[in-house]
């Protein structure tokens, strides 16, 4: 019985270790494939570094760890954002310009600039009409996943 405990860990333990192989292939698939795009810089992660001074470890946002509630996100914050993606886990960052709260002191939205957003012209490498070019919106506070805050110097 020990034994066949022992066996199930390392099958899953595999099985997490394929997994992570198989995402690392896509993405350095993705890399190759839209390196022209990548090299542009105009995703949402791209705008995060140049606003922050900083980026998080990983490529896409997706890859992105929260290191903050979004309830006590403020004003150069980043907050996640759930997008449509064939896995579900897509996701975007912006950076958070005002924190919208309502009469009762709860937050209710996020004013946040961000680039990439808009209607999708070239799917394959999740370019948008406006890649590059900084749009601001105000997004509802439950379509927050997660948030992250730089660290201050």
């Not at 494939?33 to 705008?47: H, P, R, T």
């Not at 006590?72 to 996640?80: K, L, Y």
């Not at 997008?83 to 996020?110: C, H, L, M």
Request: with cysteine; hydrophobic share 40%; glycine share 8%.
């Amino acid at each position: 019985m020990v034994w066949m405990m022992g066996s199930a860990r390392w099958f899953a333990a595999g099985a997490c270790m394929l997994a992570a192989q198989a995402q690392a292939a896509d993405n350095s698939k993705w890399m190759r494939d839209c390196a022209e795009w990548i090299q542009k810089k105009g995703y949402s992660v791209d705008y995060i570094e140049q606003r922050t001074g900083q980026r998080p470890e990983g490529t896409m946002a997706r890859h992105w760890q929260p290191n903050l509630d979004p309830k006590d996100a403020s004003p150069n914050d980043v907050v996640f954002l759930r997008v449509d993606s064939a896995d579900g886990q897509g996701q975007r960052v912006e950076v958070v310009d005002e924190v919208v709260k309502g009469a009762d002191g709860t937050i209710r939205a996020f004013r946040t600039s961000s680039m990439n957003i808009g209607k999708t012209v070239e799917p394959k490498c999740h370019v948008t009409e406006n890649f590059g070019k900084v749009r601001t919106r105000t997004v509802a506070f439950d379509r927050v996943t997660g948030a992250w805050r730089p660290a201050r110097k």
